[in-house]
């Protein structure tokens, strides 16, 4: 055993916790991948093209097969419909199965027709929802072909000017729709409700906060929860705590990872605010080891949302997956018991500091020793890098 395993064993024991539990931990826990972060992509203003993007949803799995190689942790990708539509999803499947992955959630798109201009689901035009809404029960069937558990809805309905449109009245028409795909949903499918703050529309959003979310999952009923997009809120929101909230009612049923600096910037998780991931983590940690929370803990779906514009996008997918795992790697290593007491005395420089030791640790020798466990490289980012598949892909012209 080398030196630094000694340290961990040491550190670990000193906080009354058990390497080979948190080594499960880390083995344990899957990211979702999604099919659009390996295609091109941008902003509103450019879309820098690369060359090699894959051209179809089995290139688009090609290259995330790559991810889960390397990581070990990525075993699921998210598909968008229309940008996914295709023939036969059962060959889909089957080819995904080959690859040794699975399709993860199925995302409906409902903000890129022109007739969506003024909203898709709450529309004014009766018409224009009832397209809408068979949009969605078809990403539902979908989700039954490809044995897929969840729908990742997210509606950019909003409007720009005040008395554009009735609040009230949209939140009907947007009840009606998301009621009538929860009966089109089999048991053990979830839709999960995103919301976000602001973008494209930027007066009013119909689901605007995690609270509003919230409401329309108590709607639907048991099938619906709640998806947290990291950069869907308001600057200097406190994730942590509506993560908290989320999960002590049972609700949280999601996550989209990514970073932002001021809007949707859809950076690298963890490239701006790895504290603020670590103390999301912290929570989720907590909710998993605590029998009240850790029925919902153990359901929530990790998924990965980001553009990658100009970033090479296997190797930014990698570096999120990595970023993710030493965020949760530290909050496994949170003393707990220490905590508790400092908490339970009003200690507050103390409970600060346990928190802080935390987050100042390298967790990344835990991380490589993990990786060998796994019988994978200890250095992911590094091993595809040197497998030749970066200039391999530029063969798809």
Not at 180 to 203: H, N, Q, V, W
Not at 224 to 230: F, G, I
Request: proline residues 4%.
């Amino acid at each position: 055993m080398s030196g630094d395993s000694l340290n961990w064993e040491r550190s670990l024991r000193e906080k009354g916790l058990d390497l080979r539990k948190v080594k499960g931990r880390v083995k344990g826990f899957r990211i979702e991948t999604p099919s659009w972060g390996y295609a091109d992509s941008g902003t509103r203003f450019k879309v820098f093209k690369q060359q090699g993007m894959p051209r179809t949803l089995e290139e688009k799995l090609e290259d995330a097969g790559q991810v889960h190689k390397f990581t070990g942790v990525c075993p699921t990708v998210a598909i968008h419909i229309p940008w996914d539509k295709c023939d036969d999803y059962g060959k889909a499947k089957a080819f995904a199965k080959d690859l040794g992955l699975a399709i993860g959630a199925v995302n409906p798109n409902v903000f890129q027709e022109p007739e969506y201009m003024l909203g898709s689901v709450v529309n004014p035009d009766a018409g224009v929802r009832r397209r809408a809404t068979e949009h969605l029960l078809e990403c539902a069937g979908i989700a039954r072909l490809t044995g897929s558990r969840d729908l990742s809805l997210w509606m950019s309905d909003g409007t720009n000017y005040p008395g554009q449109a009735d609040f009230r009245q949209r939140k009907a028409w947007m009840e009606e729709s998301l009621i009538e795909l929860d009966k089109a949903m089999d048991d053990g499918m979830r839709m999960l409700i995103e919301y976000k703050t602001f973008e494209p529309s930027f007066y009013h959003t119909d689901i605007a906060d995690w609270g509003m979310a919230y409401v329309f999952a108590g709607k639907v009923g048991d099938k619906a929860e709640v998806l947290v997009d990291l950069g869907h809120h308001p600057l200097g929101s406190n994730i942590e705590h509506i993560v908290a909230f989320l999960l002590d009612e049972g609700k949280l049923g999601g996550f989209h990872f990514n970073n932002k600096k001021y809007a949707d910037d859809d950076l690298i998780v963890g490239s701006v605010n790895p504290y603020e991931l670590f103390l999301i983590f912290t929570e989720l940690v907590k909710a998993e080891d605590d029998p009240a929370t850790s029925g919902c803990a153990g359901r929530i779906a990790y998924m990965i949302d980001q553009s990658h514009c100009i970033e090479p996008k296997i190797p930014a997918m990698i570096r999120s997956v990595l970023n993710i795992q030493e965020a949760h790697a530290k909050a496994l290593l949170v003393d707990r018991g220490r905590l508790a007491e400092a908490q339970g005395k009003g200690d507050v420089l103390a409970a600060e500091a346990c928190v802080k030791d935390a987050f100042d640790t390298d967790v990344r020798p835990l991380l490589a020793e993990v990786r060998e466990e796994m019988g994978i490289d200890p250095d992911p980012m590094g091993a595809y890098l040197r497998s030749g598949y970066e200039k391999g892909k530029l063969a798809r012209g």
